[in-house]
Nanobody, 124 residues
């Protein structure tokens, strides 16, 4: 059974760093695009980043570009999101998700398996 489990969230001061992890089971991580989304209080789901299958090209939302880095460890079948220079507006529940083959990675509807989410809170 395919499963994604996030960890690594927490409370951090503005300017600080966190690294989120997403452990995958039931499938091989690099066979599909896999992304990070977030949902801030009272707001909709926002695409944050994606790492493409195979070659591992990475893409980021403008709001996090230059501060966040997505990566994966194929041996551990785990996805990461390194978040630096955090801002209060980064406060959200962060989700990892697996995309369907051939779908637009920037759309939440393109993803068919989601983790349970991990809370990130950035204090000012």
């Amino acid at each position: 059974q395919l499963q994604l489990v996030e960890s690594g969230g927490g409370l951090v001061q503005s300017g600080g760093s966190l690294r989120l992890s997403c452990a995958a089971s039931g499938y091989t991580l690099d066979y599909y695009d896999i992304g990070w989304f977030r949902q801030a209080p009272g707001k909709g789901l926002e695409w944050v980043s994606v790492i493409r299958s195979g070659g591992g090209s990475t893409y980021y939302a403008d709001s996090v570009k230059g501060r966040f880095t997505i990566s994966r460890d194929n041996a551990k079948n785990t996805l990461y999101l390194q978040m630096n220079s955090l801002k209060p507006e980064d406060t959200a529940v962060y989700y990892c998700a697996k995309a369907r083959l051939g779908f637009d990675y920037g759309l939440s509807g393109s993803y068919d398996y989601w983790g349970q989410g991990t809370q990130v809170t950035v204090s000012s």
